[in-house]
């Protein structure tokens, strides 16, 4: 903001007897020790799920964590909990089992900027499920994950997942 503009709004605010809002820095300090500990701790979680590690994908979430993820029919999952995100865990597990002999993530990129206590990840994979036939079906996907760093270490506060690309028809829509 110019500083003739601040100016002007500074003395309309001051007669109107309002504080005007503190200047924000707009530099941020990241810090790439914190961004490599993040991804690990990112790729961690997302591996702990695909091998339906209960206790490993909880510990990595913190217990306010808010998510928007997908089912296995690609409908969207508003989860608002760590408890949420538990039971959405437990479900799409005893949903794999039924239908997958395994769950694997192929990494393409994880790119994470963090600061010492706030960070963000954005995540490009192939999520790949191999079926009980031995067939395997691949669907290309991203995740968004916000974590903070606690004593606890570094929790996932906020994740979104979407599909990379659209999922093919099944043969009852075509």
């Keep these: ?71 296995l029919e690609s409908k969207p999952v508003r989860i608002g909990s760590r408890d949420d995100a538990v039971r959405y865990a437990e479900e799409m597990f005893a949903q794999v089992k039924k239908t997958f002999k395994s769950l694997t993530l192929d990494f393409h990129s994880t790119d994470c900027r963090a600061t010492s206590t706030l960070a963000y990840c954005t995540v490009e994979f192939d999520f790949q499920a191999t079926m009980l036939d031995g067939s395997t079906v691949l669907q290309p996907s991203r995740n968004t994950v916000v974590l903070r760093k606690g004593d606890d270490g570094w929790k996932w506060t906020h994740w979104h997942s979407s599909l990379a690309v659209p999922p093919a028809p099944s043969p009852a829509q075509k």
């Design 1 to 71: 903001m110019s500083w003739i503009r601040r100016t002007i709004i500074v003395s309309v605010l001051g007669a109107w007897g309002c504080t005007p809002a503190p200047q924000v820095p707009t530099t941020v300090q990241w810090n790439d020790t914190a961004a490599q500990e993040v991804r690990a701790q990112v790729e961690g979680t997302m591996n702990a799920f695909a091998s339906k590690d209960l206790e490993r994908f909880k510990a990595g979430l913190a217990p306010d964590v808010v998510a928007f993820e997908m089912d």
